[in-house]
């Protein structure tokens, strides 16, 4: 692994996250590569195989993703930022968008006269 500062002077914490970082950089590697690999394939069995693959990889993004929200200073503020809210991405931050989530429950409590 690639550290731009000596080993030494890092905790054990600082470490494992430069480890989930590069772990999250390989597995977004793989998403792109077996999704090239999907749209290139002219096998419909191969290309429903790596379309799995792919997608396994994607869920192990979300696991390293998760882990550093869970234990890296800024990942949680910024991803309840931009995650699931509809609107502009680029003007979340000033707080416009609402939440999916919110859209999606179809009972209200004016629903239940």
Same mark, same amino acid.
């Given at each position: 692994m690639d550290y731009h500062e000596s080993l030494e002077k890092m905790s054990p914490k600082t470490q494992d996250?430069?480890?989930?970082?590069?772990?999250l950089k *390989? %597995? =977004?590697e793989a998403v792109n590569w077996y999704?090239?690999?999907?749209?290139a394939a002219t096998d419909e069995e191969i $290309? &429903?195989?790596m379309a799995h693959n792919r997608d *396994? %990889? =994607?869920?192990?993004?979300c696991m390293s993703l998760e882990w550093l929200r869970r234990n890296m200073d800024g990942w949680d $503020? &910024?991803?309840?930022?931009?995650l699931f809210k509809k609107g502009k991405i680029t003007?979340?931050?000033?707080?416009?968008?609402?939440?999916?989530?919110?859209?999606?429950?179809?009972?209200k409590i004016g629903d239940l006269k």
């Open positions: 996250i430069a480890r989930a970082l590069n772990s *390989e %597995e =977004i999704n090239q690999r999907v749209e $290309k &429903e195989i *396994e %990889e =994607i869920e192990h993004a $503020k &910024e991803l309840r930022t931009y003007e979340l931050e000033e707080g416009g968008g609402d939440s999916e989530e919110d859209d999606n429950s179809s009972l």
